[in-house]
């Protein structure tokens, strides 16, 4: 399994396909949806939690590692989609949340019974005065990081539900490693973990006078020696594909978690490029996205990364980001040809691409009405918290709308009866109003859509060296509306350039003599001389 070659499809299963019409998506669900995933061609589905949890946080508050959660299904139905992927020749990933537990997690429940062995496996420390936190340091789902019970405080850098593990206590990372254990004996070689980068905290608890408090915990001093040890200890004696995902990092660290010679991970996921449109670091503000920042995020990246002999995954959405072609792209006049350019410019690149579902047919932000539809914790807790700043619920609607996490999460557009397919109930969460006309039915009968271009992507992939393993240099860098580099490879040349607005962009190609394309998405080039004219969200592939 070769992970420069592949390209994994992400699975929120909970919004995925409902089997049993409860408004819940399940395990079968994702099974009678396997010949669809094959169809696409990826060769991994990535789950993100099916563990049993109360659910606060979607199923990233985990109570019980080693079950189903039984809105899912049963390991029965685990095992069942498991021996069908197998068949298929698909990959399973499991995202493996070891940053924190569920507050229902049995560690915590007898750490808040006070038995020592387990109030060992969290963060618990004295109040300061007056009953007040240890640290002044803020969750990343707004407030302060810190859960009272009693006179002390426990960390919780996500949820008050979500505390923190301490990796620190060896007999922590040995429940860690019985954990994957259970999973690699079940045949899974494939893992996700989730905040992988926060597991190692200081030594001293202090405030944070200048930020938030991650300065102290992001990458901290002993998390290489932790994921080697997982390594070790766990995946590292089986041939896996692993991925961490990195919050506020550094290239230089994920350089280091990345390269086969440190073995910690397969790849990185980093998300300096999706912060191009918070203003001053601010994700609940509404700005157009700085197109000059995001192209140099991109190749630096691409070059430091590959400099370091490190991997990227890369990626524009998953279950946590607003929809691509709402927020780079342009989803009505423009849906085809923006949703495509966005794919050429991550699929053609050094790393390994990730397709969140629904992305593959053009899905869309959700573009809700009302507060009352948003369900996502971050969301609601920021609805206070914008309130509290003195917002207005228009003002307020108009940022989620942008930056909610429910832009990802709507139900699956599978086809144009009620609730797009997905449930023969009330979804969950409310399914995105443009599902009759984008859905994964009416792309499939047409050879025109979004999704055989990102098919054909994938199997590009696979066939040609050059897409996996070839070199990476940024081209026209000064150019205002154009993204393009050159992949090397041998005496192979392959030039990519996207155009990421609506107005038409030129570039002067006159130092290509001969070219030959590889996949663009309209029908024809328009060239001018020296010049190549590129319309509205053009992208094209060529060998030169
Ligand atoms: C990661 C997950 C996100 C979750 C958080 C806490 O960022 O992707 O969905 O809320 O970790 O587990």
Redesign the pocket.
């Known amino acids: 399994m070769d992970f420069k070659k592949m390209t994994v499809y992400q699975i929120y299963p909970r919004s995925f396909m409902d089997a049993n019409g409860d408004g819940f998506g399940d395990l079968q669900g994702i099974i009678s949806k396997l010949d669809y995933i094959e169809k696409l061609g990826t060769d991994c589905i990535w789950l ?1 939690p099916i563990y049993i949890s109360p659910q606060r ?2 199923g ?2 985990v109570a019980d590692y080693c079950s189903i959660d039984p809105r899912y299904g049963t390991m029965a139905d685990f095992d069942e989609l498991s021996a069908q992927c197998k068949k298929r020749g698909i990959a399973i990933m499991l995202d493996m ?1 070891f ?2 537990t569920s507050a229902d997690h049995k560690w915590f429940q007898q750490a808040l019974a006070g038995d020592e062995k387990y109030r060992d496996y969290y963060i618990f420390k004295p109040s300061r005065e007056g009953g007040e936190p240890p640290t002044n340091w803020v969750s ?2 707004g407030g302060n990081a810190w859960g009272k019970v009693g006179d002390e405080h426990y960390l919780h850098l ?2 008050v539900s ?1 505390p923190d593990l301490n990796w620190e206590n060896p007999a922590l990372r040995r429940e860690i490693y019985d954990i994957m254990g259970f999973w690699l004996a079940k045949g899974i070689r494939g893992f996700r973990f ?2 992988v980068n926060l597991i190692s905290k200081p030594e001293v608890y202090e405030d944070d006078h200048i930020g938030d408090g991650r300065r102290f915990y992001t990458d901290g001093s002993r998390v290489h020696e932790y994921l080697k040890e997982l390594n070790k200890e766990t995946f590292g004696k089986y041939e896996c594909i692993t991925v961490g ?1 990195m ?1 506020s990092t550094s290239i230089e660290n994920c350089i280091k978690y990345s390269n086969p010679a440190e073995n910690e991970l397969s790849m990185t996921f980093s998300f300096h490029h999706l912060k191009v449109d918070y203003k001053d670091g601010d994700k609940w503000s509404n700005i157009p996205f700085d197109f000059a920042e995001l192209k140099r995020l991109l190749h630096t990246w691409q070059a430091e990364m590959a400099k370091g002999d490190g991997w990227n995954a890369t990626f524009w959405c ?3 980001q607003p929809r691509a072609v709402s927020r780079f792209g342009c989803d009505r006049k423009y849906h085809y040809q923006s949703a495509t350019m966005l794919a050429t410019v991550i699929h053609l690149m050094r790393g390994t691409p990730y397709v969140y579902q629904g992305e593959e047919i053009g899905m869309t932000n959700a573009y809700f009405d009302k507060l009352s539809d948003y369900m996502d ?2 969301s609601i807790n920021y609805i206070e918290i914008l309130r509290a700043e003195g917002k207005g619920d228009n003002e307020i609607l108009a940022v989620l709308a942008a930056k909610s ?1 429910d832009n990802a999460r709507t139900p699956m557009q599978w086809d144009n009866t009620v609730s797009a397919g997905f449930s023969t109930s009330q979804p969950w969460l409310s399914v995105a109003k443009n599902y009759e006309s984008i859905n994964a039915a009416s792309a499939l009968e047409n050879r025109n859509s979004i999704f055989y271009y990102y098919r054909e992507l994938i199997n590009l992939r696979k066939t040609l060296d050059i897409i996996a393993y070839g070199s990476y240099r940024p081209m026209w860098q000064e150019h205002s509306g154009v993204l393009a580099y050159m992949r090397e490879y041998g005496d192979e040349r392959l030039l990519v350039i996207c155009n990421f607005y609506t107005d038409e962009q030129t570039v002067d190609i006159s130092e290509f003599k001969d070219f030959d394309n590889l996949i663009m998405n309209y029908d024809e080039l328009q060239i001018d001389g020296d010049m190549l004219k590129l319309r509205g969200y053009e992208a094209v592939a060529m060998w030169v």
Do not use: A, C, L, M
Request: net charge negative; no cysteine; proline share 0%.
């Open positions: 993100t946080d979607n990233y508050d949340v940053n924190h990343k789902f996500f949820d979500q989730d905040v995902e919050s998953n279950h946590d914790v971050e996490r």
